[in-house]
């Protein structure tokens, strides 16, 4: 499973049928996407297609766009339609707002049965309005919106809880015949939210989208969901994912990529390899790999670049990657595929680096 099967870490990933989000297959064999949601009012449709555009350039497959009021929905259209990747409109509270986005061109619409008031009556109609656009949906539960009646039933929003409500909303929509959907059972905390999409995994072939919501500011979000996904994914649970911060969206899509990238489920891009730094360093590395990881950002081989603080891992790493620097005494050796190509002074290394990071990103046709 994933693209280090000879390290065999990672369960073989569990089989879900597959869905269309647009021209974005999710479940079953289709590599495991990455999505992102808007912060711009919907309405600003020049906002939300810039930010869309932005979160695109950053790798995201799949975006989501909040839908609350009638401006929203009617923007729906000019967006889906701009978008370079499919677009999600996300439904509280108004069914009628689900009909608007299927209509507009939605690649999917995520509904939220707790409180989506009489859903149950309308999920024919959705159903066949879905079906006859082609378009998916996400039954998206969520701990803090739970159904009344569960939260009675249980007493909080227990993975029990959330599993029986994305067990009940399902079989509504297969009752009509409707499959074409995945399923959330999002909670903040790391550990329920992990029981609930192991025990949702049991109970059927749904494509699973995972996410770890309201995961806090941009520091514990990302561990909170690197600490789950990375959980789920070992185990080969989880099809698409987004990363929730209290931070820009195109950090959410930058967590989300290298947490793919470092579980070997998406192809690496380019890897910094920086030491922690300790008494024995000759030079500001922190500062060094701050100023290399900004300096080759544009650099788009899957180079794998170290920066080492002194000669005790220092020539050992830089020899391991393709490309490296191993500082002391304000000069840096500089390692290309393990061989000291030049010794350059301290305030030249970045810009040695980036020139042979350059050249072999053009030997690889990645330039
Ligand atoms: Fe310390 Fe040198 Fe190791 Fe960096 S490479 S952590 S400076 S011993």
Request: contains cysteine; aromatic residues 4%; charged residues 25%.
């Amino acid at each position: 499973p994933g693209l280090r099967p000879e390290l065999n870490v990672l369960s073989p990933r569990k089989r879900t049928r597959q869905i269309q989000v647009g021209g974005v297959a999710v479940g079953g064999d289709a590599p495991i996407s990455v999505q992102s949601m808007t912060t711009t009012k919907t309405h600003d449709i020049g906002s939300t297609l810039q930010q869309i555009a932005e979160l695109t350039a950053a790798g995201c497959d799949i975006v989501r766009v909040a839908c609350p009021t009638d401006k929203d929905a009617s923007a729906l259209k000019i967006i889906a339609q701009q978008s370079r990747i499919p677009v999600i409109a996300d439904i509280h509270f108004q069914p009628k707002y689900v009909f608007a986005a299927i209509e507009a061109g939605c690649g999917a619409v995520r509904v939220n049965p707790g409180n989506i008031r009489k859903f149950d009556d309308k999920v024919a109609d959705i159903c066949k309005a879905a079906s006859d656009c082609g378009v998916s949906l996400r039954i998206g539960v969520n701990a803090g919106s739970l159904d009344p009646r569960l939260l009675k039933k249980y007493g909080s929003a227990t993975p029990e809880a959330l599993v029986e409500s994305a067990v009940w909303e399902a079989s509504l929509f297969e009752e009509c015949g409707f499959r074409d959907f995945k399923i959330s059972v999002k909670h903040h905390d790391v550990v329920t939210m992990v029981r609930a999409y192991q025990m949702l995994a049991e109970r059927g072939d749904w494509p699973l989208h995972l996410g770890v919501t309201e995961a806090g500011p941009a520091f514990q979000g990302t561990i909170k969901s690197a600490a789950a996904f990375g959980t789920l994914l070992a185990q080969g649970i989880g099809d698409t994912i987004r990363v929730s911060l209290s931070a820009p969206p195109v950090e959410e899509v930058k967590v989300g990529s290298k947490l793919l990238e470092f579980m070997g489920l998406r192809p690496r891009k380019l890897e910094i390899v920086s030491c922690p730094s300790c008494g024995r360093a000759q030079v500001d590395v922190w500062t060094l790999a701050e100023s290399v990881e900004e300096g080759l950002k544009d650099v788009k081989a899957p180079l794998r670049v170290a920066v080492m603080g002194c000669v005790v891992n220092g020539p050992g790493e830089a020899r391991e990657a393709d490309l490296g620097c191993a500082s002391g005494n304000g000069k840096g050796q500089i390692f290309v595929h393990g061989q000291v190509v030049e010794t350059v002074p301290e305030d030249q290394i970045v810009e040695t680096l980036l020139k042979y990071a350059n050249e072999m990103a053009e030997e690889m046709g990645e330039a």
